[in-house]
């Protein structure tokens, strides 16, 4: 059989684990912004995996109608296109709330599914519609969580609380905490739709005493950090003894994570679904004993 992961470093790595071979994806921008990815070889095989991973400098456009072009090409040479979008983007507009909303976390997988067979994604933030309805084709969305709470083998489950910013991120913590079993609080968080500002309901929080305790906010992604910088602030006042943060997605890249760094965390681990120089976690690995497991590849 002949089997091949198409993409850039993060595919290459996924490869090396999967022992496939490996197909890199040479660009070209031209001056009015239209893009060219070229196969830097054009086989034809069995299987492929499509995965790229989003650039810090790259528009979020761009690089998804890079990845439309590719699916396509692909669907030309091989039998059975994959794709892995390690980051999904447009998943917050899932409804329509006001009239004449657009439904891009639908459409965006109305296009994808055209050219690929099988879609893999990392923590799609899965708000009120789950990945199986979106997708019309075999859908995947991974959580890591776990792989991030490997991490945090040094801390000590029993003088540590693990804390959800909000509602959306008890399944987050959830998984963060199947094999790390310490205390966790899910808090309730309100924004002001006039100015846009948080409001966080810590009732629940008077059930477990912070004080002299390692504190882990555990959510799917941090842009500007706002959410996770104010319940750290909170926390803190709480007389916890350390903060960490845990997190898949950084959004803004080594910016989002250098803002978190002003407060002198005790420790940060994320992944590399997009690009940053910051990661504890790659992907590869875990996203290869998952491919394994469902028996897809």
Same mark, same amino acid.
């Given at each position: 059989?002949?089997?091949?992961?198409?993409?850039? *470093? %993060?595919?290459?790595? !996924?490869?090396?684990? #999967?022992?496939?071979?490996?197909? @890199? &994806?040479? +660009?070209?921008?031209?001056?009015?912004?239209?893009?060219?990815?070229?196969?830097?070889?054009?086989?034809?095989?069995?299987?492929?995996?499509?995965?790229?991973?989003?650039?810090?400098?790259?528009?979020?456009?761009?690089?998804?109608?890079?990845?439309?072009?590719?699916?396509?090409?692909?669907?030309?040479?091989?039998?059975?296109?994959?794709?892995?979008?390690?980051?999904?983007?447009?998943?917050?507009?899932?409804?329509?709330?006001?009239?004449?909303?657009?439904?891009?976390?639908?459409?965006?997988?109305?296009?994808?599914?055209? *050219? %690929?067979?099988?879609? !893999?994604?990392?923590? #799609?933030?899965?708000?009120?519609? @789950? &990945?199986? +309805?979106?997708?019309?084709?075999?859908?995947?969305?991974?959580?890591?969580?776990?792989?991030?709470?490997?991490?945090?083998?040094?801390?000590?489950?029993?003088?540590?609380?693990?804390?959800?910013?909000?509602?959306?991120?008890?399944?987050?913590?959830?998984?963060?905490?199947?094999?790390?079993?310490?205390?966790?609080?899910?808090?309730?968080?309100?924004?002001?739709?006039?100015?846009?500002?948080?409001?966080?309901?810590?009732?629940?929080?008077?059930?477990?005493?912070?004080?002299?305790?390692?504190?882990?906010?555990?959510?799917?992604?941090?842009?500007?950090?706002?959410?996770?910088?104010?319940?750290?602030?909170?926390? @803190?006042?709480?007389?916890?003894?350390?903060?960490?943060?845990?997190?898949?997605?950084?959004?803004?890249?080594?910016?989002?994570?250098?803002?978190?760094?002003?407060?002198?965390?005790?420790?940060?681990?994320?992944?590399?679904?997009?690009?940053?120089?910051?990661?504890?976690?790659?992907?590869?690995?875990?996203?290869?004993?998952?491919?394994?497991?469902?028996?897809?590849?």
């Amino acid at each position: 059989m002949k089997n091949f992961v198409v993409g850039d *470093n %993060l595919g290459k790595n !996924l490869a090396n684990h #999967l022992n496939w071979r490996f197909i @890199k &994806i040479e +660009e070209r921008i031209f001056p009015d912004g239209e893009i060219q990815p070229r196969l830097s070889k054009e086989e034809k095989g069995d299987k492929t995996i499509l995965i790229l991973q989003k650039k810090t400098k790259e528009n979020i456009n761009a690089y998804l109608f890079k990845y439309f072009l590719l699916a396509r090409k692909l669907k030309n040479l091989f039998s059975t296109v994959i794709g892995i979008m390690p980051y999904f983007p447009y998943a917050r507009q899932d409804d329509e709330f006001r009239k004449g909303e657009i439904l891009s976390s639908l459409y965006l997988a109305e296009i994808l599914e055209k *050219n %690929l067979d099988i879609f !893999l994604t990392i923590s #799609l933030h899965e708000h009120r519609k @789950k &990945i199986k +309805e979106l997708f019309k084709i075999p859908a995947y969305n991974l959580s890591f969580f776990s792989e991030l709470a490997k991490e945090f083998k040094n801390f000590e489950p029993k003088t540590t609380v693990v804390i959800g910013p909000d509602s959306e991120a008890k399944n987050f913590v959830n998984d963060f905490c199947k094999n790390f079993p310490a205390e966790k609080i899910i808090l309730n968080k309100k924004r002001n739709v006039n100015s846009g500002k948080l409001n966080f309901s810590f009732n629940a929080a008077k059930l477990i005493n912070f004080k002299g305790k390692e504190a882990i906010i555990v959510d799917d992604m941090t842009s500007a950090g706002d959410t996770l910088l104010e319940v750290a602030e909170i926390i @803190k006042k709480m007389g916890v003894k350390s903060i960490s943060f845990a997190f898949i997605h950084s959004i803004l890249g080594d910016d989002s994570v250098k803002k978190l760094k002003k407060i002198n965390p005790k420790k940060i681990v994320l992944t590399n679904t997009l690009e940053n120089s910051f990661f504890s976690v790659d992907i590869t690995k875990p996203l290869t004993e998952y491919l394994k497991n469902i028996k897809i590849i």
